[in-house]
């Protein structure tokens, strides 16, 4: 019975060595299943859509080059901000000083 | 944490602070996930000795909150949600109706019997 034991012991073993898998006979706790479990790290951090290659990158990749692109909507906004300008409705002129910002505040 | 977080905005889509947030989250756990299991590994070993457990204890205690799993909350891709949200669309409830209902999510019907 005993060397019938053994026998089965040297199976496990040689089907642990082919497959290897970790020959553990006394059943302890060599925490191999942290081991085993796979990185969900990966597929956890490709939740979000990724950015991708936008207009604007390549105007940003164009302009060190001297090459100029033309962005409508950038045109309009500018078109825009010289009519309301012309109307008198543009932005104040920064204050770059604090006394400036002062007699600023005042007239109000 | 700001020290996490990515300098250079890398998201496309609904953004937040929020899904930043998440999203800088689950960037520190995969960096940091093998350091992680590593130091798992050495407390549920049994075999190896008790002071070396101990101290794969105490420094997987220490490591910063971000780099847990359990910090990730799936948030809805299209509108920031972080309730009722279907993992296989990546999408929560009331988005999921609109899109479904739009024809943009293929193979998704309205049910009628």
């Known amino acids: ?108 | 944490m700001s020290q996490f977080r990515a300098k250079k905005l890398d998201l496309s889509g609904f953004i937040n602070s929020r899904i930043i947030r998440d999203h800088t989250k689950r960037k520190v756990f995969e960096q940091y996930e093998p350091e992680r299991q590593a130091l798992r590994y050495i407390i549920r070993n049994t075999t190896l000795p008790a002071r070396a457990r101990a101290q794969a204890q105490l420094q997987l205690s220490q490591m910063h909150a971000y780099t847990r799993s359990t910090q990730i909350k799936n948030r809805c891709v299209a509108g920031g949600i972080a309730r009722s949200v279907i993992r296989d669309f990546r999408i929560a409830r009331y988005q999921f109706r609109e899109q479904a209902l739009a024809g943009e999510l293929p193979g998704v019907k309205k049910a009628s019997w």
């Open chain 1, 1 to 108: 019975m005993a060397g019938q034991y053994s026998r089965l012991l040297d199976l496990a073993k040689v089907q642990c060595r082919v497959f290897s898998l970790n020959f553990n006979p006394e059943r302890l706790r060599l925490g191999n299943k942290v081991l085993r479990q796979r990185l969900r790290g990966p597929a956890l951090a490709a939740w979000y859509p990724k950015n991708t290659v936008s207009f604007r990158d390549l105007q940003d990749t164009c302009k060190p080059l001297g090459l100029t692109t033309f962005d409508e909507a950038e045109d309009d906004r500018e078109e825009a901000i010289q009519i309301a300008k012309l109307r008198g409705k543009g932005r104040p002129k920064k204050k770059r000083t604090a006394a400036e910002s002062r007699t600023a505040k005042k007239k109000k």
